[in-house]
């Protein structure tokens, strides 16, 4: 129980560290500083703060710029009560006047929460009255008092919002701003006050289903009469919070009289735990004081008349005597319930409910008097107390309902075991055992029946209708594997009834329950004259034994008793002629036994003489299939030795032709790198050409020359790879050497599209004849850039080139067509392109071999936006190590996969 407490008292602890989604904000001036703060549909913000504080004056806003009185800066949410002017705490009636300003983000809608100002208030936002609450005045005689909570939206031009709040207060003992104002855009305060309410109307519905349910239960069952007092305690809970929090009762009925409502609010609160008290006596009338019934049955009747003919401003100060009455009522409660806990059990329940209700009052008593900044939790700690209280009711009706179909279970079993023991003759103890076991619904019954002053198992019934008549002796020291035994000593020797179950006492330490998994033992002593002359001893072990089950068991022991005396006469009867039979049989039996050695034996001597016989001949078809794989072996032999010197032969002459072939291939890969213009003059600060062939040499070339001012670089794919690629490298290289040369000579000018149409008309001339249509050709991309004016021109075969400026890619699209033969009627002349290069920029020339390689793990491509990533990523490192990551990652990507085309990246900064 203890323990029980300390986890509710953490809970509400927690609860009452809990608030709604604000976030408070002080300032040392009366101005709240909200220009920092995110304003969406999910977060408001509470304008606690310092105000100004005009004391016992209504001034506008107008008013409030002209006025030469110096206001007092407050922290406010709180009472007034709890200022000081002039060393004097103020009284808790009066006016005043509440002004500060509120810095906001922009200028835009807005909306504001105003919770039960009390007791009547009107706000400025502004200059523009926004909304008012009652009716403001100085005096008594024009004051309505109204706290009902108000959301209003509205719209300002400039960040800065001026709030003004009058309140006017003259009879209620709480005054002024006592909760938080909260601001934030409509969305958020709406999405607030939606969610507030929902909480009152979901635990308002669910009491008021709850007061139906028990009222319909006295209504059928008059004589228990805590179900009217429970009724009407959750009917004056229901009433108490409709006129609390978000004042439910009044947004629906909006002309209620305030004064009517605070009287029905405080009248409720003091019949509440009177009438808990009431259904508590009814749970625990036993244990329960009348003295203390008939005194607070006469307080709260003496308050409810206080309440209603004394004025508000008198009785409102009669909060601390309920406080101590709902305090008190529910320690006593608690006492008397946990006293009568050992009565009953399921009080335990009442316990904990009675537990959530003192918590939650303690948690309201705390926020009413701003000691913690929580929320009103009484109505949830009631919604659990009732909850747990219809949890008990099912339980009493789940429990009644079991007796009663435990009931007609136990006559439905014993019909059908009367019936079974009527067909079976009386004399035959195992028939009447088996119907036991099989009407009843045990696995096994087992009869201990006296001799001689020693104890034997003499009958033994199972389930799958095993019968046997035995005769063991029980030895009551064998604990470890008869442990049942011990109850049947108790009832040998105390004439004990024993019904024992592992469901509710498990023992762990015994071999015999562990081993066979034992549900349920009991054992019956059968009486004469007080002398027990047998035990029947019950076991399940497939499932436990039904109340119904047990309660026939019980009552079966006059039954079992006639069983045994008739069986006991018939077994003499044939005790004579059993014991004659038994010997004849025994002589048969042996006589059987040597006839049937005899027999078995001459059988197994035929079985092993056919068996010799049998692997003879499988051994001797064995030897002869051996002789023959001999044979065949030293054939094989001669031929493998034969074989082996050509193969050795054939492998001396490929090693040579292969490593003439190597050598004239690394040759011709020396060649071409040579023709590979890379040691040229560059007009860049740093560069770099990446190049992987997929055989020892490459399909791919990288051209460049500085002629003049015009620095002209050239990358190209040759159609294939391997040899067949870099003889049209190595073509492609003389080629471009001539028609550059020719076409500055004639025009210092000359646009990369021209290269590309003479390289085309020249390729197109030299690998093609009349009687055979060229595949081959070059994809290629060619710049010229001026070392003066800093511009690239650009024309492209299928190859674009990649700027990277402030990690941005531009793309220099290439025409769809090769430097070879191209589809007739749709080749035309390359075009080109111009651009202003900056300094930073980094250019980027490559073929088709990166990009379309597959990898390892993905088994797909590494695709143009794939290497496009691996650019951007990688910018941050110089073109040296450029280089490196590129080859590293084209590695790793490629894993065991083979490379499937030749690789070539160049790579310029400016």
Request: one cysteine or more; glycine letters at 4%.
């Amino acid at each position: 129980m203890k323990k029980t407490y300390y986890i509710f008292f953490i809970i509400i602890i927690f609860l009452s560290s809990c608030n709604l989604k604000t976030n408070k904000i002080s300032s040392d001036v009366s101005k709240i500083d909200l220009s920092e703060k995110v304003f969406d549909k999910y977060n408001v913000y509470s304008l606690a703060g310092r105000w100004n504080f005009y004391w016992d004056t209504l001034l506008e806003p107008s008013e409030l710029k002209n006025v030469n009185i110096n206001p007092k800066v407050v922290y406010t949410p709180a009472s007034w009560a709890e200022y000081e002017i002039d060393n004097k705490n103020l009284p808790a009636t009066g006016i005043a006047t509440y002004n500060t300003q509120i810095i906001l983000p922009e200028k835009g809608f807005y909306a504001m929460k105003f919770k039960r100002i009390f007791l009547s208030y009107k706000v400025w936002i502004n200059d523009s009255i926004a909304l008012e609450v009652g009716k403001v005045s100085s005096v008594k005689k024009g004051f309505i008092p109204n706290d009902l909570t108000k959301e209003h939206i509205f719209y300002t031009d400039t960040n800065i919002v001026d709030l003004t709040i009058q309140v006017s207060n003259h009879f209620y003992r709480k005054s002024g701003i006592t909760n938080n104002v909260v601001i934030g855009t409509p969305e958020s305060i709406e999405k607030l006050a939606y969610s507030n309410l929902l909480y009152e109307v979901f635990i308002i519905g669910a009491l008021v289903f709850m007061m139906i349910f028990y009222f319909i239960l006295y209504f059928y069952n008059k004589q228990v009469k805590s179900n009217l007092f429970f009724s009407l305690f959750l009917f004056f809970e229901i009433l108490t919070l409709g006129f609390d929090g978000e004042l439910f009762f009044v947004r629906i009925f909006p002309q209620i009289n305030w004064i009517i409502a605070s009287k029905a609010w405080n009248i409720s609160s003091f019949l509440r735990p009177l009438f808990l008290l009431l259904f508590i006596e009814g749970l625990t009338k036993d244990y329960f004081s009348q003295i203390i019934k008939k005194v607070s049955v006469y307080f709260v009747a003496i308050m409810a008349l206080f309440i209603a003919f004394t004025p508000v401003k008198i009785y409102t100060h009669t909060l601390l005597l309920f406080i101590i009455f709902a305090l008190g009522s529910l320690i006593y409660e608690i006492f008397v319930t946990a006293k009568s806990i050992k009565q009953n059990k399921n009080i335990i329940f009442a316990i904990l409910g009675l537990s959530f209700i003192f918590l939650s009052t303690i948690n309201d008593t705390l926020y009413d008097y701003n000691i913690i900044k929580s929320f009103y939790s009484v109505g949830l700690g009631i919604f659990l107390f009732a909850l747990l209280q219809a949890f008990l009711l099912s339980v009493k009706n789940a429990e009644l309902f079991e007796k009663a179909e435990n009931l007609t279970s136990s006559v439905e079993i014993q019909n059908r075991l009367k019936e079974a023991l009527l067909s079976t003759p009386s004399y035959d103890i195992d028939s009447s055992l088996l119907a036991f076991v099989e009407n009843v619904g045990v696995e096994k019954i087992m009869v201990f029946s006296i001799e001689n002053e020693k104890i034997f198992i003499s009958n033994y019934v199972k389930k799958d209708q095993t019968k046997q008549k035995v005769k063991i002796p029980v030895e009551f020291d064998q604990k470890n594997e008869l442990f049942y035994t011990d109850f049947v000593k108790k009832a040998f020797l105390n004439h004990e009834i024993t019904v024992f179950s592992t469901k509710k006492k498990k023992d762990t330490t015994n071999d015999y329950f562990a081993k066979n998994n034992i549900k349920n033992i009991i054992v019956l002593p059968l009486l004469e004259k007080e002398n027990v002359i047998a035990v029947i001893y019950i076991e399940n072990k497939i499932s436990y034994l039904t109340n119904s089950q047990l309660a026939v068991i019980k009552s079966t022991s006059s039954q079992f008793y006639n069983i045994i005396n008739t069986a006991v006469a018939y077994i003499r009867l044939k005790a004579v002629n059993e014991y004659l039979e038994k010997e004849v049989n025994i002589r048969t039996a042996e006589v059987e036994k040597q006839k049937h050695d005899i027999d078995h034996k001459n059988q197994e001597l035929d079985e092993k003489i056919q068996l010799l016989e049998e692997q003879y001949i499988i051994q001797q078809e064995i030897n002869s299939e051996l002789e023959t794989q001999n044979l065949e072996l030293e054939t094989q032999n001669e031929q493998i030795s034969e074989q082996n010197e050509e193969i050795i032969q054939q492998k001396e002459q490929l090693e040579k032709h292969n490593k003439l072939i190597s050598e004239n291939i690394e040759y011709a890969s020396t060649i071409l790198k040579g023709l590979n213009q890379t040691e040229v003059e560059i007009p860049f600060s740093s560069s770099f050409y990446l190049s992987l062939p997929r055989d020892i040499v490459s399909g791919d070339f990288f051209w460049s020359k500085l002629i003049g001012n015009k620095f002209v670089f050239i990358l190209g794919d040759s159609t294939g790879h391997g040899v067949p690629g870099a003889l049209l490298s190595i073509l492609g290289i003389r080629l471009l050497n001539k028609i550059i040369a020719d076409l500055f000579e004639k025009d210092s000018d000359t646009l990369p599209s021209a290269i590309l149409d003479n390289l085309r008309d020249t390729v197109k001339k030299q690998l093609s004849d009349e009687n055979s249509e060229m595949k081959d050709g070059y994809d290629m991309s060619c710049c010229i850039y001026d070392t003066k004016s800093m511009e690239l021109l650009y024309s492209g075969a299928y190859n674009p080139v990649f700027i990277i400026r402030d990690n941005n890619i531009i793309q220099l699209k290439p025409d769809r067509m090769p430097i070879g033969i191209y589809i007739t009627g749709f080749e035309k002349p390359f075009s080109h392109q111009k651009i202003q290069i900056l300094q930073k920029d980094r250019i980027y020339l490559f073929t088709d071999g990166f990009i379309d390689q597959f990898g390892e793990k993905t088994g797909e491509k590494i695709y143009m936006t794939n290497f496009k990533k691996i650019l951007i990523e990688m910018q941050n490192q110089n073109l040296s190590d450029q280089k490196k990551l590129l080859e590293n990652f084209f590695a790793g990507w490629k894993g065991k996969k083979p490379q499937i085309d030749d690789v070539s990246v160049v790579g310029f900064e400016v």
